[in-house]
């Protein structure tokens, strides 16, 4: 369940006038902007983006960046976009990260449907000129490079149909690779990279049942391998994305300085997807809610916002 | 430019009706079928397709399957799927063949434009409940995995722009690494799989620039290597496809035994494409046209058949 609260038919015209008000004059009404932006779904925040293009020849995505700034503006201009364009802007700035932030890429490749990937990769292409999928290549080396740009490259089947003998040969595969530490192995590579999320829910599902312990336990081998937390968050992503994000989320403000663009990036994503889930998950495993963290760790502008997508019923 | 040669405005309609009365009685019409079939689009074979089930509640495919027999009924049956149906029939058969015919899933991996291989990919999840790129990994090993997956997976950046001083550093990269002797190198299979064809084309045009010789020509090392007969190929796939296809021709019919599959294949695929270059070509290197070789090396209603979509003027 989402947690974006939206007026009944808000009207796009008078939104991209009361944001235009809201951006002239001697100062800028953040106010005024959190308020209408922080309760519009992607359809009519599409809506209010053309209206105001209509109204007033002026980028209004543009004219935020020039208004706002830090951590606000970057939610806000997240906010603004299409899902399929964010992500094509996530994961350009997870490649060219100089670290290259992988957990962005497993999380675009992982969590999205095959369907959702697909529109990345086409808003990708229409705003780099380049695809994802070389982007990814070019910018990785190794174990690395090969579960990334598969993980980034494929299209996998969207159906719920399981083949269970294929689940538990193929669980049992996993297993001995695992056993032997081969774990930049290309079997488990393909295995994740290319079956449907349904089958690899089986087939994890085999693997706990024949050795007593789930597939990303087996894969603790070594905390400090940065490969194998690929990996792992990779299965993660697959199997039961709501927890893995109440994970990114208790990382991003328990570990001393609060992670801005995690938080941003988690409630962005999901305000209009299953974000109540993910709140829900946090509570239970935090003994607080979020937006009780929220409010202890951000301050501002920046926090209104999010507690706005976080559900805040002022409308 | 394509061969097929169609009537103006035929009716779905009539055209069920005569397909249907093709079928009936003692013996089948062959003849009128081709006369049919031979001369209509993908538009106007849906739409007879359509208006034939409407009619008389039967599948017109299954129907001539039951008539027709030998290489004439495989060609009509992929003649009468879409195109991008076809293409998932003819992978999934190379696929699952005993041998994996990789020439079959390179031509399609890297001849059809991005868009045109994602509907492939739709078509086989469709058809099969599986990913094409599930299907090609769980059938190869080692290098011919990595490189077919690698080809099928990828949604390449289909625009023209160039990258000038990339094509320089890759060609020269390539050019390294093919000295080396390291065919099954990953930067190759990156290159190749990830770049867009007009990057490539770029890049191979430096490798000759630079080194007086084509990037094939360097990769005739072993003429027995079939791991370099693929990776020239996907580079002639990507390049010059309807050289590629002159040759697929040459080869169906100039070795001995006549390979009806390959020459069902490039006809069917091509004739609403580029089937007339393709001729062009083929006359050019072989001093005889490629209806001369047809007529010489197959017959009946098969050859009747590949006659009509080569151009043959008879509607």
Not at 4 to 31: F, I, M, N, Y
Not at 148 to 172: C, H, M, P, Q
Not at 179 to 186: D, I, L, Q, T, V
Request: proline share 2%; glycine share 4%.
């Amino acid at each position: 369940m989402a947690t974006l609260v939206v007026p009944d038919h808000p009207s796009p015209v008078q939104d991209a006038e009361s944001l235009r008000k809201a951006c002239q004059g001697w100062g800028t009404d953040e106010k005024a902007i959190i308020q209408i932006l922080g309760h519009r779904n992607a359809v009519q925040r599409n809506q209010i983006r053309k209206a105001y293009e209509e109204l007033y020849q002026e980028n209004l995505i543009k004219r935020l960046e020039s208004e706002l700034s830090g951590d606000f503006e970057k939610a806000v201009y997240r906010w603004l976009l299409d899902p399929a364009e964010r992500d094509a802007v996530l994961a350009h700035v997870a490649v060219k990260d100089s670290m290259l932030d992988y957990q962005t890429i497993i999380e675009i490749a992982c969590v999205r449907s095959s369907e959702e990937l697909l529109a990345v990769k086409r808003a990708y292409h229409l705003r780099y000129k380049h695809s994802l999928d070389e982007d990814v290549a070019s910018h990785t080396t190794g174990d690395f490079r090969k579960l990334l740009v598969a993980l980034v490259s494929t299209f996998r089947y969207d159906g719920d149909e399981i083949n269970v003998s294929l689940a538990e040969s193929e669980a049992k595969l996993l297993h001995e690779v695992i056993k032997g530490k081969a774990f930049s192995h290309e079997e488990i590579i393909r295995i994740l990279s290319t079956r449907s999320k349904s089958q690899l829910n089986a087939t994890f599902n085999c693997y706990r049942d024949a050795h007593g312990t789930s597939i990303t336990k087996s894969l603790l081998d070594d905390p400090a391998d940065e490969f194998l937390a690929a990996l792992r968050m990779a299965i993660r992503c697959i199997t039961f994305p709501q927890k893995y994000f109440e994970k990114v989320l208790r990382n991003a403000v328990n570990k001393g300085r609060t992670d801005e663009d995690a938080l941003t990036r988690v409630i962005v994503t999901r305000a209009e997807k299953d974000l109540n889930d993910i709140k829900e998950l946090y509570h239970k495993r935090n003994n607080a809610s979020l937006e009780h963290a929220i409010n202890k760790h951000t301050s501002g502008d920046y926090k209104a916002f999010l507690l706005a997508l976080l559900g805040d019923k002022e409308l």
